[in-house]
């Protein structure tokens, strides 16, 4: 087990992509660290990097302390699990996930027990001697994933391992994952662009955007103070509003609409300042009366979320969503009143919270 430390990481692309700008990030010994962000913003490049299966063109990275920028992925004792999951087609499901313990050298007996142990916990124990070929992409999947926890290594590295489950097995999967790695203690690093699941399974996280990390944080943290307005539209089931708008004295200016100035951005904006005013649906009070300090308009779109609804109110030709609680949905076309709450909200500058 070790802590994975990067220090002005880089990697240059043949062909010029800066896949990863001078990255600086630790990650504690034992934690469960995700890496989230868009398609191509070098969740992926950075996984592998780690692993050594990409060289670095600028910087480091310790494992353990150790500086292993220069060394083999062989020699950096890290178990990864990759998104096309590189098993063995002419072995069976045991023979897959022993391979690594073959490869230290574990009797065969310990190693098969091994096996059917991690299997029994991803609930592939009924399917231990068919070859991949003869599975589906989730269970193929889980027997990558299961190969690598049947590994002692110092980390753990996986590439969106949970993207090939259905709905259902995959938040199984989510809880389970999250059990082992909390059991086993061993730093486990993953990729995934799902905010759901880098929310309900990490330690920490990191949102990165075009090479760069633009937040690092626990799900709490990143959830609730998005420090830009980059994670602030990426990080949330529904999207935050986020709403330009100006500062009037000692109210703010949004849509028309005239709001108080959020408790966090207190004493931190001027008169004149423009900014970015965000609030995520779920934290303001919908309303069929006026109200003072709400975002007023008609009622565009009602989305059934199940226990709730998602209501966009067109507000000054502004969409502004509100979650409403089962029972009290409004109808499309109705006058809607929605107010922020003052402790939730956040204001942005220059695309900084302020
Ligand atoms: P996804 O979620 O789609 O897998 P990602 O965040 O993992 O994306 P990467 O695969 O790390 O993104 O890619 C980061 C950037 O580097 C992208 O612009 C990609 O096109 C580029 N890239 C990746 N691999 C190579 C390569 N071998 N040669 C050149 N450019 C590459």
């Not at 302390?65 to 992925?73: C, K, L, M």
């Not at 690598?148 to 949970?162: G, N, S, W």
């Not at 929605?338 to 302020?354: E, S």
């Amino acid at each position: 087990m070790a802590a994975i430390e990067l220090r002005g990481l880089s990697k240059v692309y043949p062909g010029g992509v800066r896949a990863l700008d001078a990255l600086d990030l630790v990650i504690p010994d034992g934690e469960f660290f995700a890496l989230l962000g868009p398609s191509g913003c070098g969740k992926t490049t950075l996984l592998r990097t780690i692993a050594g299966l990409e060289s670095a063109t600028g910087g480091s990275v310790l494992i353990g302390g150790r500086d292993v920028t220069g060394t083999q992925p062989g020699g950096r004792d890290v178990a990864m699990v990759f998104q096309d999951y590189a098993l063995f087609p002419h072995m069976d499901v045991t023979d897959n996930i022993a391979y690594p313990l073959r490869i230290k050298k574990v009797a065969k007996g310990a190693r098969r027990a091994k096996a059917a142990e991690v299997a029994a916990r991803l609930g592939l124990d009924h399917l231990m001697d068919r070859r991949p070929g003869q599975l589906s992409g989730g269970q193929q999947q889980r027997v990558a994933l299961a190969r690598v926890m049947a590994t002692q290594a110092q980390a753990y590295l996986f590439d969106e391992p949970l993207s090939n489950l259905d709905a259902r097995l995959r938040l199984e999967a989510r809880t389970f994952l999250k059990k082992l790695q909390r059991e086993l203690g061993v730093t486990t690093v993953f990729v995934t662009h799902d905010q759901a699941e880098a929310l309900a399974m990490a330690d920490r996280m990191a949102v990165m955007e075009a090479g760069h990390i633009r937040q690092i944080g626990t799900p709490a943290e990143v959830f609730q103070r998005p420090a830009n307005t980059f994670v602030a539209g990426f990080i949330g089931s529904t999207p935050m509003n986020l709403l330009d708008g100006s500062v009037r004295g000692d109210t703010l200016e949004v849509a028309g609409c005239k709001l108080p100035v959020p408790a966090a951005a207190e004493g931190r904006v001027s008169d004149g300042d423009t900014i970015v005013y965000g609030v995520r649906p779920e934290y303001m009070t919908y309303s069929a009366e006026p109200a003072e300090g709400a975002l007023s308009g008609k009622v565009a779109i009602v989305e059934n979320l199940g226990a709730s609804h998602l209501v966009t109110l067109d507000v000054a030709g502004v969409n502004v969503q509100a979650v409403v609680p089962e029972g009290g949905e409004p109808a499309v076309g109705d006058e809607g009143h929605a107010v922020p709450r003052r402790d939730r909200a956040l204001v942005y500058r220059d695309g900084a919270l302020v």
